[in-house]
């Protein structure tokens, strides 16, 4: 199925089943203990042994020797496989640096070797006798040190810099100014579940239950890696226990399991232990950034300039902390820029709104400061540089997202592409009535509450809505009852629930009469989970299974597909009703297809859109912050359960007060590490920094980004977000941290007086 033109009235207009807030259908399995994730997987294949990754302890140079022997010998060692015996290795395309490191190392905890045995302990034991000589080799782990040799970036198909009008000439005769320097930390993913694999071989094919985002890119990549065609490789991944990013892409969890199996001759699994994860995997890259704002004195933005600096390793992609800058707000002189510098520490790629969390964690601070020099209401001054245009073309061919190299994107010819739908405004009109923001004290530090200074702060939520192609195939049984089967992968998200929720509408049978099986390589091609697409390019393509279904079952009914009504499990025509099960006869009926789109990704810019509202404590005597009340209102196109897209915006929500309080991967600038590599030195909030979230979500349909009408949630939630509490910080306590994430030490000697 091709969507070319926008949705017009279809069946899932009928909002029976979708839209409609159902307990999620995984949601049993997963409290009983019976949802089989990647390392539980006993039940798939027999004998299973065990092993353990030994990572790099350095982060730049050689192996001079690695000493097996008494490593061999151990108890229960079955085999141990490194770079000298594990054959020849291809890099995949979607890793910066290789998953198996030696003789050069390319970043501290590479993993080096993989040691099996037939208990987890053996084999932890065994790989503490690998006797490793390596040769240091001077690195680069302080992106401050090299932020003036970064070089412009491009921006997935996007220039890394743009310009539009005269930035530098209208910022210099601006009658207000803003010019301030800004950071956002490393940070890890720090998903409940490890990255784990279990692995057999069947003669020549390789089978891997994993924990994966992105099924496709798993097989296509492991095959270039083993250098076998992908037919011979099949990869399951039906739970995962959150990924953010990490998982998006073939780890060595899953390289390893397999070289494993391959040595030991039988099946192996591999769980990263916690320790190795930040340093093995990929993580956030800090960022520096620098944002100038040009105004009238009645608020109007002349200029607008944003430059963002990261780091990754040679070959590695950046996070492009300005391109939100591109659309958010109007103002017709503009620079944008993002540009990468090389660092030798572990791989940086793709975390939780990757560009925009970071980025807008500046660029709303930036816009709360101009406020200020304006005597403006924040929100005033964001609404009244609203725009219904890009104002800078090359903001958006589509993605500000790295995974969406993989989607469908085509250039737009107009250089100001109208928004599908914003509604900004009504976000901000909206969450400031339900906040209660004219009870803000605009001059910080006036409102206490005991030995607490109370503010508020506020932010926009943007980020792009990704569209891309995405198959289903659909089965009806002789019993009415509908199989779907697709690749696509539910990280936690709800996947299971909206693709049952879409088949039911669609055919017209209860919730219950729907089986979903998901993340296997043997079933269609989805778009997979990733970049805030999944929800609605997956329901999509099972919506064109399901019309192609519809039309077999029709036709096989002698009916027209077109006026055919499918309700109660039968289908209608007139005075004609015909039983789904008796049309499906002993075989049953199977449709499959694909939905792609193209054409309305040229003509219109599809975004999301949010307002952030949070209301912080800070303790007057300790600088102590907590978050007080949290609010978020989106406009995200049709929400296809408001349960679990609930679920999804207070999830990120959470993750957007780490990054503002307390997320940080401290490097070692001597070594080349992140010292701070596991969950007791790596902070993440808990339950007692989380007070009650609301969340709002605005009756909206957007016809040109899918038959669905809907649009991505999962990660619009955390856009925007860490500024809301920095500005609260701020509006409490008069001190402006302009360095994330914002803790005791940077608050603390220009607190107010405590009495």
Not at 114 to 138: I, M, N
Not at 184 to 207: F, I, N, Y
Not at 534 to 557: D, H
Request: glycine letters at 10%; one cysteine or more; hydrophobic letters at 40%.
């Amino acid at each position: 199925m091709k969507f070319d033109t926008p949705a017009g009235n279809n069946p899932i207009d009928q909002l029976k089943v979708i839209g409609q807030p159902v307990d999620r259908i995984d949601g049993p399995p997963k409290t009983t203990g019976t949802a089989p994730y990647a390392y539980d997987r006993y039940d798939v294949v027999p004998n299973q042994a065990y092993g353990y990754v030994l990572g790099s302890a350095i982060a730049k140079g050689r192996i001079l020797s690695m000493d097996l022997t008494a490593a061999k010998t151990s108890p229960g060692v079955i085999t141990i496989v490194n770079a000298q015996n594990a054959g020849k290795l291809v890099k995949g395309d979607l890793n910066t640096a290789r998953l198996l490191g030696g003789p050069d190392i390319q970043h501290y905890h590479q993993a080096i070797a993989v040691v099996v045995a037939e208990t987890f302990e053996q084999a932890r034991a065994a790989a503490e006798l690998v006797r490793v000589d390596y040769v240091r080799s001077k690195g680069t782990y302080d992106l401050t040190a090299v932020k003036g040799k970064a070089t412009p970036a491009d921006v997935f198909n996007a220039a890394g810099e743009t310009s539009v009008g005269n930035f530098m000439g209208s910022f210099a005769p601006a009658a207000v100014q803003l010019d301030a320097m800004y950071s956002t930390a490393h940070e890890s993913h720090s998903m409940l579940e490890p990255h784990a694999t279990v692995a057999a071989w069947d003669g020549g094919e390789l089978t891997l239950w994993t924990s994966n985002q992105m099924i496709a890119w798993a097989v296509s990549d492991m095959a270039k890696t083993l250098g076998i065609s992908k037919e011979k490789i099949r990869v399951l991944s039906p739970y995962v226990g959150g990924g953010f990013g990490a998982k998006l892409f073939l780890r060595s969890d899953a390289l390893m399991a397999a070289l494993a199996a391959r040595a030991a001759r039988r099946p192996v699994k591999v769980a990263l232990q916690r320790a190795l994860i930040p340093n093995n995997t990929v993580h956030r890259s800090a960022t520096i950034q620098r944002v100038r704002i040009g105004a009238t004195r009645d608020g109007k933005i002349t200029a607008i300039g944003h430059e963002s600096w990261s780091g990754n390793l040679p070959g590695g992609g950046l996070e492009a902390g300005a391109v939100q800058t591109r659309a958010l707000y109007a103002g017709a002189n503009r620079m944008t820029s993002n540009r990468l510098a090389v660092l030798d520490l572990p791989e940086a790629n793709a975390m939780r709104a990757p560009n925009e969390a970071p980025g807008l964690a500046v660029l709303e601070i930036a816009m709360d400061e101009m406020a200020e020099k304006l005597a403006m209401d924040p929100i005033d001054f964001r609404i009244r540089n609203d725009t219904q245009v890009v104002p800078d073309f090359p903001a958006t061919p589509g993605s500000s997202d790295p995974q969406s190299k993989k989607a469908e994107q085509t250039e737009k010819p107009n250089p100001h592409p109208p928004f599908s739908k914003r509604q900004l405004v009504q976000c901000f009109q909206i969450g400031a009535q339900r906040f209660g923001w004219d009870r803000r004290n605009p001059k910080p530090g006036q409102v206490r509450d005991g030995r607490w200074f109370i503010g508020m702060g506020v932010a926009s939520a943007f980020r792009d809505n990704l569209v891309t192609k995405s198959a289903a195939r659909v089965r009806l049984d002789n019993q009415g009852a509908v199989t779907v089967e697709t690749d696509m992968t539910d990280i936690g998200t709800g996947s299971y629930t909206i693709i049952a929720q879409t088949a039911a509408e669609m055919l017209g049978v209860p919730l219950n009469k729907v089986r979903v099986r998901l993340g296997d390589s043997s079933f269609p091609v989805s778009c997979g989970s990733g970049g805030q697409w999944g929800g609605n390019s997956s329901t999509s393509g099972v919506y064109a299974a399901c019309m192609k279904l519809r039309e077999a079952v029709a036709q096989k009914a002698g009916l027209s597909a077109t006026d055919a009504v499918f309700s109660d499990g039968h289908i209608r025509s007139g005075s004609r009703s015909i039983a789904l099960a008796d049309l499906a006869g002993g075989r049953g009926l199977v449709a499959e297809d694909v939905i792609e789109f193209d054409k309305l990704n040229a003509q219109y810019q599809q975004s999301t859109f949010g307002a952030h509202f949070v209301e912080v404590g800070v303790d007057a005597v300790t600088g102590e912050i907590r978050v007080r009340r949290m609010l978020a209102v989106c406009a995200a196109g049709r929400i296809l359960n408001p349960k679990t897209a609930r679920s999804q915006v207070i999830g990120a929500m959470t993750m957007g007060v780490g990054a503002a309080l307390m997320e940080h991967l401290a490097v070692d600038t001597r070594y080349g590490f992140f010292v701070n590599h596991d969950l007791a030195g790596y902070e993440v909030p808990v339950h007692a920094d989380i007070p009650h979230q609301e969340v709002i979500f605005l009756d909206e349909t957007d016809p040109v980004s899918s038959p669905m009408k809907a649009k991505g949630v999962g990660e619009l939630g955390m856009c925007g977000i860490a500024a809301a509490v920095a500005n609260a910080v701020y509006n409490a306590t008069g001190v402006r941290v302009r360095d994330y994430p914002i803790t005791l030490d940077k608050l603390i000697e220009k607190m107010p007086p405590p009495v």
